[in-house]
């Protein structure tokens, strides 16, 4: 079975570049097929698609955030990782990383305040 945990700081100042890791385990992110996302959901508001990085690492951002975010891979740790560059209070929200089989991290907070 595929886990996703998510780590990285909880606080983060405005301005400043917030990254966030996703540790992958019972499976290669490298698996033919696979795309790995990012999404976040701000408080009290719906979940809001990022951008994915798929099984050969090519990257897909949305496009309100796509000149701000960066997917990255280490494929010899199993991990991805998500940049969000020039951060606001606006972005603050529980951001998740996810396969697209269905599975999900748990998610982790992030506070963007001063």
């Known amino acids: 079975q595929v886990q996703l945990q998510e780590s990285g700081p909880g606080l983060v100042k405005p301005s400043q570049t917030l990254s966030l890791t996703c540790t992958v385990s019972?499976?290669?992110?490298?698996?033919?097929?696979?795309?790995w996302a990012w999404i976040r959901q701000p408080p009290g508001k719906g979940l809001e698609w990022m951008g994915n990085?798929?099984?050969?690492?090519?990257?897909l951002y949305s496009p309100s955030l796509k000149s701000r975010t960066s997917i990255s891979r280490d494929t010899s740790k199993n991990q991805f990782t998500l940049q969000l560059s020039s951060v606001t209070p606006e972005d603050t929200a529980v951001y998740y990383c996810?396969?697209?089989?269905?599975?999900w991290g748990q998610g982790t907070q992030v506070t963007v305040s001063s």
């Open positions: 996810a396969l697209s089989e269905g599975y």
């Open positions: 019972g499976d290669s992110i490298t698996t033919n097929g696979y795309y």
């Open positions: 990085i798929n099984y050969s690492g090519s990257t």
